[in-house]
């Protein structure tokens, strides 16, 4: 098995919806493209991939919406060095379809009350829908390491909340555990190193608004 070196998680640039929260109301979310300021985040963070990777090759999945899409754009990576794969399932949160600016403002404060992993929109996911999705994809990725040449790094660019339930679920946190944490800021990056002892480490955390509530010994 040729596991990689490094996975790195980067999240979208400044999007039209981090902006404009009106813009759900005229365009689909898969549809919203980056700022400039979106652009030039994702710049940057192309910058510093560039140098991460040198000559080595990448394995790279991207969430199928556009802002994701614009963002890997953007990173300008030797497209003789990099295997691109559009995956689904590194998508958004699904919060319905067209969406009325109040009502996602009301439910947003209803999953803040109820709690984020669990907490399901009307007509759209929940936090642990998304996580069964990327644990699936999980899997696939697992599978992927099983041939001999597999690239040394993976990239996924995604979504923030993507983000972090990928880390849930690869290090086995508890559900208290991701409703403490926070979303990463516009194209951060997370990177997932492996160590001399086979395993895995972060390379560095989410930042945390709260103190976890475990239920029991698992949390």
Known sequence: MARPRRIVL???GESEGNTDDTVYEREPDHALRLTSTGWAQAEETGARLRELFGRERVSVYVSPYRRTHETFRAFDLDPEL????EEPRL???DWGNWQER???RLQKA???AYGHFFYRFAQGESGADVYDRVG???ESLYR???APDHPPNVLLVTHGLTMRLFCMRWFHWSVPEFESLSNPGNAETRMLQLGEDGRYTLDRPFERWRTPEPYGVTG
Do not use: I, M, N, T
């Open 10 to 12: 980067v999240r979208h």
């Open 82 to 85: 990099v295997r691109v794969r």
């Open 91 to 93: 998508r958004e949160q």
């Open 102 to 104: 109040d009502d996602v």
């Open 110 to 112: 209803y999953r803040d």
């Open 136 to 138: 699936a994809f999980l």
């Open 144 to 146: 992927s390491f099983e």
